[in-house]
């Protein structure tokens, strides 16, 4: 167990069923290719597309100096995000439905994730799939469909936030095990990448669950934020 001190997270919960006037306003902080993916989306998604990334983008203007709209993402091979330039902070964001998050760290690659709860049909098909051998046994020995739900959906958020850390293929990770009590230390990424990953479980409200992953073996702590509309 290293003996590092613990390096700081902001992590921001993003409520994205916000009014239309709001949603119009975070418009005019969008670039040119997130504006052309809202011209694509049925009026929910479109809205919540729209809140997701101007909150995103008004987050990382405050954390940075920079005009929101000024803010410039290059992606990685399977679409990691991250500031073009030098110097700016890690970044990872996540939607599903009605709640996104974005975490924000100096210096360590960060990756969240957060889900609806899966139907709990969907969920065991999903485990029996594709974990590893004991974590889909968790899921399967769920005393209820509601917990057999929420075990694969929480290992399910786990499991991408490792592979957005790491700005990997989901597939790569089918063969990690991110069992075990929150938080916990991954000695070894395995496929994902080189070296261990710091993984913990993320407080949400009821209907979702969600998960943070850091690169490295050193702590990691948390500071929870809500985003507000400005």
Known sequence: ?????????DLWLIPTDQPAP????????LDERERARTARADPLLRRRFTVVRGAVRQL???????????LVWRYGPYGKPELAGEGGPQLSWSASGALAALALAEGRPVGVDVERLHDPRVAG?????????????????????AERSARFTALWCRREACVKAHGARLVRSFGVSVAGASPLLLPDAGALGCGPLR???VPVPGAFRAALAA??????????HQWQVS
């Open 215 to 224: 690169v490295g073996d050193a702590p990691v702590h948390v500071n929870y």
């Open 60 to 70: 990382v203007g405050a954390r940075t100096g920079v005009r929101p709209s000024s």
């Open 22 to 29: 709001v949603a119009a306003r975070l418009w005019q902080l």
């Open 125 to 145: 098909r999903l485990a029996a799939r594709h974990l590893p051998a004991a974590e889909a046994r968790l899921v399967a020995e769920a005393p209820t469909p």
């Open 1 to 9: 167990m290293t003996g590092a001190p613990a390096s700081p997270v």
């Open 199 to 201: 993984l913990r479980d």
